[in-house]
C-alpha cells in the first residue's frame, strides 16, 4: 500500500501545574528532536485555575519560547479563549511570535466552556460563542491593516498603529471544536481550519461533521481549502505492550485529573466540556474509577495513539479516512520526560511509514 505522509506535529497539555519547570523543559526539548525528526508543528494551550493544563496560562509566552529554540515548524496555539482577551492583545502577542519565528505563527481560537475560567471576564461568558466568531473577524482585520480604533481615556476617538507588524500577511487560524455540527460549520463559514478531538464524538460523527466544515467552507470560499486537526493522545514505541505499559499509568492518572476539572466547573454553575449538560458528577473515588476505566478503554479501541507504529497505523488511516488532514500528538500527559523524547523517533516513523530511525 503507498501512503502520503500525515502531516504529524506535538500537542503539549500536562497536568502537572505544581511541577511547572519540568513541564517547561520536557516541552522545550521535546520541540527540539521533533523539528530534528521532521516532525510539523508545535502547539500549546490556555488554561487557567486547575491543574489540569495549568502550567499554560498563556500560549503566547510559551509559543515565543518555542519560537527561539526551532527554525521550521509551525508554532501553533491550541487554543486561545478569546472572549477572555481584547482582540488586539492576541494580534500584538502573536505578531511579536510571528517576528521571533520568522513568519511560523499559527493559532486556534475557542469560546471557552469553563465558568470558573470567566472569572478574567465574567460579562463574556454567556455570549461567549458569538463573542468568539466576532473575535475571529477583529483578529484578521488588525493583523492584514495594522491598526486599531477606539476611545481614549479623555473621550477621544483614536485610531493606532499597532506594533510589531507580523512578517505574514494573514494569521493561519483554526477553530476549536468538540462536537457540535454548527460550530464545524461556522468554522467553514469563516473559512478557517479545525481542531477538534474524539472525546466526545466517534469517528461516524466526526466524518459527518468534517463533511458539514467542507460543505460550509467549499460554499462560501470556493477554490480554497481548510485543513482538518485531530488532537490525539499519543505515546508510540518498538512494542504495543511496552507503549501500554509506559502510557496506561501515566493516562489514568491524566483522566482522573480532567474529572476533577469537570466536576469543579459543574459545581460552580457551568457545563462540561464540550457543552455537555447535566448537574450530577460521579464525585467518589469508585465512581471516578469507573469513569477512567470507561475512557480508557475506548482509547484502546482506535481513539488514540498507543502502541507500536504498526498497530497505530491502522487508527491513522481511519482517521483520515474520516477526512482527517493532519494529527496533533498529545504527549505531555506521560509524566516521565525521559519516556517521551524516547517515543518521539517512533513517531516520526508513523507519520511518513518508514523504519523506525536509529537514535541520534
Known amino acids: 500500500m503507498n501512503r502520503s505522509r500525515t502531516p504529524i506535529g506535538l500537542f503539549f ?10 513541564t517547561y523543559r520536557l516541552m522545550l526539548d521535546a520541540a527540539r528532536r521533533g523539528e ?7 502547539s500549546t494551550p490556555e488554561r487557567h485555575f486547575h ?29 486561545v479563549v478569546t472572549p477572555l482577551h481584547p482582540a488586539l492583545r492576541v494580534v500584538e502577542d502573536f505578531a511579536l511570535v510571528d517576528c521571533i519565528s520568522g513568519g511560523r505563527a499559527g493559532i486556534s481560537v475557542g469560546s471557552g466552556w469553563n465558568v470558573n475560567d470567566f472569572v478574567l471576564n465574567p460579562q463574556a461568558y454567556h455570549d461567549r460563542r458569538e463573542r468568539m466568531l466576532r473575535d475571529v473577524a477583529e483578529i484578521r482585520r488588525v493583523w492584514r491593516d495594522g491598526t486599531w480604533s477606539g476611545t481614549n481615556p479623555v473621550g477621544g476617538a483614536v485610531t493606532l498603529p499597532v506594533f510589531p507588524r507580523p512578517v505574514q500577511a494573514e494569521l493561519p487560524i483554526w477553530v476549536t471544536v468538540s462536537r457540535s455540527p454548527e460550530t464545524f460549520r461556522q468554522a467553514g463559514a469563516l473559512g478557517a481550519n479545525v481542531l477538534t478531538h474524539l472525546e466526545n464524538q466517534d469517528l ?32 508510540v514505541a518498538d512494542s504495543t505492550r511496552r507503549a501500554r505499559e509506559v502510557a496506561l499509568p501515566w493516562l489514568r492518572s491524566y483522566l482522573r485529573t480532567a474529572i476533577d476539572l469537570e466536576s469543579r466547573a459543574v459545581g460552580a454553575g457551568g457545563r462540561m ?40 497505523r491502522p487508527v491513522v488511516d481511519a482517521v483520515r479516512a474520516a477526512g482527517v488532514d493532519e494529527i496533533a500528538a498529545l504527549v505531555d500527559f506521560v509524566g516521565d520526560a525521559d519516556a517521551v523524547l524516547a517515543g518521539l523517533p517512533h513517531l516520526a516513523a508513523l507519520a511518513v511509514g518508514d523504519p523506525v530511525p536509529a537514535p541520534a
Do not use: K, W
Open 36 to 42: 530534528e525528526l521532521g516532525l510539523d508543528f508545535v
Open 51 to 79: 491543574r489540569f493544563g495549568g502550567a499554560f496560562p498563556n500560549p503566547a509566552v510559551t509559543s515565543a519560547a518555542l519560537a527561539a529554540v526551532t527554525s521550521r515548524m509551525q508554532i501553533r496555539a491550541g487554543s
Open 13 to 22: 497539555f500536562a497536568a502537572l501545574g505544581d511541577e511547572a519547570p519540568r
Open 273 to 312: 466540556s464540550g457543552g455537555r449538560t447535566g448537574r450530577t458528577v460521579m464525585t467518589d473515588e469508585r465512581g471516578r474509577d469507573r469513569l477512567v476505566e470507561i475512557a480508557v478503554n475506548r482509547y484502546l479501541a482506535g481513539t488514540s495513539l498507543i502502541g507500536s507504529v504498526a498497530d497505530c
Open 204 to 235: 461516524d460523527a466526526l466524518a459527518g461533521n468534517i463533511g458539514a466544515y467542507r460543505e460550509a467552507y467549499e460554499r462560501d470560499h470556493p477554490g480554497r481549502t481548510g485543513t482538518v486537526t485531530l488532537m490525539m493522545h499519543t505515546y
